[in-house]
């Protein structure tokens, strides 16, 4: 089944506590990116990544670290999360030659 | 002004009834557009495209004005089952999406 992963689905933690959230698909797509979803803010983009070892920034970056070692996984690191932080994370990918995203299950992440 | 705007709503519409959202969006060199739906704390998924000649899938139809920078969703004869958030999303530039806020349907008996 084609699919985007994303583990883990739920997590609390503390400020300061390093956190890497998993993402992984299984449809060969080039483009992979991360989203956070707040309210009245709709879905903005994080990082996304063209290919492996091409990373480039989104709209709020800041805070976050990506890297694409390999073409089916894309985690996201929080090196040193803080309140702000709390969201809806969802991870995507597409094929570069046709924008329909497809998206993981969403993260739901607390930071106390 | 934001690249994609909606209303968020919510349109509380009773059954069967015929409902329409509008999304403008600013950069006239925008590509691709398309309708998500988003149920509650699930993830989006791809509801249709919008093509310039426009396109029908079942009760629902979706245009695209590229002169006025708008795209619509029209949905016929609404179910309780379409209750949920439609999020307008435009295609720019290094196949970057950008995702309007999304505008929540409520479907009533």
């Known amino acids: 089944e084609a699919q985007v992963t994303q583990n883990p689905r739920y997590l609390i933690t503390v400020t300061g506590k390093k956190l890497t959230v998993t993402c992984s698909q299984n449809m060969n797509h080039e483009y992979m990116s991360w989203y956070r979803q707040d309210p009245g803010l709709g879905l903005r983009q994080i990082y996304y990544?063209?290919?492996?070892?091409?990373?480039d920034k989104g709209d709020v970056p800041e805070g976050y670290k990506v890297s694409r070692k390999e073409k089916r996984n894309f985690p996201l690191i929080l090196e040193s999360p803080s309140p702000n932080q709390t969201s809806l994370y969802f991870c995507?990918?597409?094929?570069?030659?046709?924008?329909?995203?497809?998206f993981g299950p969403g993260t739901r992440l607390t930071v106390l | 002004r934001k690249e994609v705007e909606q209303d968020p709503g919510p349109f509380n519409v009773p059954e069967g009834a015929t409902v329409a959202f509008n999304c403008t969006y600013s950069?006239?060199?925008?590509?691709?557009f398309f309708w998500y739906r988003q149920d509650c704390r699930k993830e989006p998924k791809l509801l249709m495209s919008v093509y310039s000649s426009g396109n029908e899938d079942g009760r629902f139809t979706a245009q695209l004005n590229r002169a006025s920078q708008y795209i619509s969703l029209l949905i016929r004869d609404s179910k309780l089952s379409d209750s949920a958030t439609y999020l307008c999303?435009?295609?720019?530039?290094?196949?970057?999406?950008?995702f309007g806020t999304g505008t929540r349907l409520q479907v009533t008996l």
């Open positions: 995507a990918s597409h094929r570069l030659s046709y924008n329909e995203q497809f």
């Open positions: 990544s063209m290919n492996v070892e091409v990373t």
């Open positions: 999303v435009v295609t720019g530039t290094a196949s970057k999406l950008t």
């Open positions: 950069n006239s060199a925008s590509q691709s």
